[in-house]
C-alpha cells in the first residue's frame, strides 16, 4: 500500500510544539508529508522551540526529540510563495491537509477564499475538491470577525480542531499536552495512535455524568 500523501501547513500561531509533533507523529506513521510553513510559522518555531528549530534542518530536530521512528516517513518542503506548487492543484492527490497552529490571518484568508499564499491556495483546493482539511486555530480572546471566519471555513466542509489540550489524561509536561492535540489530529485524520490513551471512564466509572472530548 502507497503511503498516505498528506499536507501540513504551519503558520505563525502561538503553538510550534503542536506543528513539531503532529508532523514527527505523522513521519512515524510512514506518511509523505508536503510541507510549508509561512515565514511567521518559522519565525515561531525559532521564538518556542528554540535557535536551532530552523526548518532546514527540520528532520535532525524531528529525530532528536522524537525519535528514529520519523524516519519510517519522508517529507518535501516547499515555499510559501510557490503558487505553482504540485499543492497547488487539485489534480496533485493528497488525502488532507492540516494547518497546525493557523493564525487567524491565515483562517481569515481560507475563509474567504483568498488564495494568497500556497498554503491559503492548497487549503482552498482541499475544499473545492471535498478532501479533509483540518485547521488547528490558537487565539484568546476571539473577535468577532475570528468567530465567522471560523464558521465560514466550517461552512464549506473544514474540521475546525482548536489547540485546546484536555487535562482529563492527566498530563505531565508541555511534551504531554503536545501529545494529545496531535493525537487529536491523527484521530481526526482516521489513524490509530498511542499518543493520549482513550478515555476509559475516568475513576468515577462510565456512570459519571461528565463525559471527555
Ligand atoms: C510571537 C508571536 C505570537 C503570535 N501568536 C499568534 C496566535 O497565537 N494566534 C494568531 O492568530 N496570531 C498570532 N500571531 C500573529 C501572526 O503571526 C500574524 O498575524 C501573522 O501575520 C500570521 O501570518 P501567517 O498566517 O502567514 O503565518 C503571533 C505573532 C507573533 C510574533
Redesign the pocket.
Known amino acids: 500500500m502507497s503511503a498516505r500523501r498528506i499536507i501540513v501547513a504551519?503558520?505563525?500561531?502561538?503553538?510550534a510544539i503542536y506543528a513539531a509533533r503532529t508532523i514527527a507523529a505523522l513521519l512515524a506513521q510512514g506518511c509523505a508529508l508536503e510541507l510549508v510553513?509561512?515565514?511567521?510559522?518559522k519565525?515561531?518555531m525559532l521564538?518556542?522551540l528554540g535557535k536551532d528549530a530552523k526548518v532546514e534542518r527540520l528532520s535532525d530536530l524531528l529525530v532528536e526529540k522524537y525519535g528514529d521512528d520519523v524516519r519510517r516517513g519522508s517529507f518535501v518542503i516547499h515555499s510559501?510563495k510557490d503558487l505553482g506548487a504540485t499543492i497547488a492543484s487539485g489534480s496533485h492527490r493528497c488525502d488532507a491537509m492540516v494547518i497546525v497552529?493557523?493564525?487567524?490571518?491565515?483562517?481569515a484568508?481560507v475563509g474567504h477564499g483568498l488564495s494568497h499564499?500556497l498554503?491559503e491556495r492548497a487549503a482552498d483546493v482541499m475544499l473545492k475538491e471535498q478532501r479533509k482539511l483540518i485547521l488547528v486555530?490558537?487565539?484568546?480572546p476571539l473577535s468577532l470577525p475570528?468567530l465567522r471566519n471560523m464558521v465560514l471555513c466550517a461552512e464549506s466542509g473544514a474540521m475546525i480542531l482548536p489547540?485546546m489540550p484536555a487535562f482529563y489524561q492527566q498530563p505531565k509536561t508541555i511534551d504531554d499536552l503536545a501529545d494529545f492535540l496531535a493525537g487529536k489530529i491523527l484521530n481526526a485524520l482516521g489513524f490509530e495512535q498511542t499518543l493520549f490513551p482513550a478515555w476509559s471512564g475516568g475513576v468515577a466509572g462510565p456512570k459519571s455524568s461528565s463525559g471527555a472530548a
Open positions: 504551519v503558520t505563525g500561531a502561538s503553538g510553513f509561512s515565514d511567521y510559522g519565525r515561531l521564538d518556542e510559501n497552529p493557523c493564525s487567524m490571518k491565515t483562517l484568508g499564499s498554503i486555530p490558537r487565539e484568546t475570528d489547540a
